[in-house]
């Protein structure tokens, strides 16, 4: 049985207490619902009879406050309170770090890192080039470092990275999301990297406003890639693959598939003793994301990659 400890919260990220529920096999929807999150608490409901993941359990939660670390702890069946990130040290295999708040990751991962633990992050594992270069250089040392959106596992990208091929070689891929850049455009690069298995970018530009961003990725075939991330649209996820022989749109809603696969390949990383996932697909999509801003803060600069 490998036992993961959790840590959280951040504002608007609700992954604790779903993660949590997703591997233990409990959740108490009267108590998400009432701290914020009544969609959770529904898609739980929903896939209940899913709910659990054989071989592992999360054990150990710690949190910047007690009472949300006794909150998660109550719904989600976790047995052991910390008041200190340290305390799961020796007491468990692995940490989920989840929180989307990157400039605290380097600091909330670094004890982990140096223990040895291996730890998965949240999106955006980093927002600036520095702590990029961080955990590039950890990875490199040889500590187990694993960091994506859920995207990358979701059902429907699986289903249009099998029928890609129909429509021909790609010419233009569009992108739409509610929200912001800095937490949520990794989903989006996510979500287009994964189907096209990850081709090589090699130029940047923010096109956008603070509340309407719109990034423009091109791939080294030359195929263009246009973000929008609009803080104030009804949610969605939307991604549309332009070929010259077809199109094809992959509307993104089932988020309770993807977080559990998402989980599920952790916990094979972590029984398997390395991350499944190549850190460099990783590193390449967080360096598309911090020079997007760049080109932002620079006037909408292109930047090459």
Known sequence: MIKLGIMGMSEGNAHPYSWSSIINGQFDGDEISRIGYPAVASYLEANKDTLGIS?????HV???ERKISESIAHSSGIT??????????????AVILGRDDPENHVAMATPFVEAGVPIFIDKPLAYSKDDLDWFAAQVEQGNFIMSCSSMRYANECRIAKQELRALGKIELVTAVGKKDWKKYGIHMLEAVFSVLDDPRPISVQHIGKPD???VHVRLEDETDVMLHLYQHISGTF???FFGQQGWKLVDIRNSYSMFRDNIIEFVRSVQEGKPRLDFKKTQQLMTVLICAKESYD???RVVLL
């Open 80 to 93: 052991y309170v910390v008041d200190n990130i340290m305390d799961m040290i020796g007491e468990v295999d």
């Open 238 to 240: 939307q991604v549309t």
């Open 62 to 64: 710690w949190c910047q």
């Open 298 to 300: 620079q006037g909408g």
């Open 212 to 214: 309407k961003e719109i």
């Open 55 to 59: 071989d592992v359990m999360v054990t």
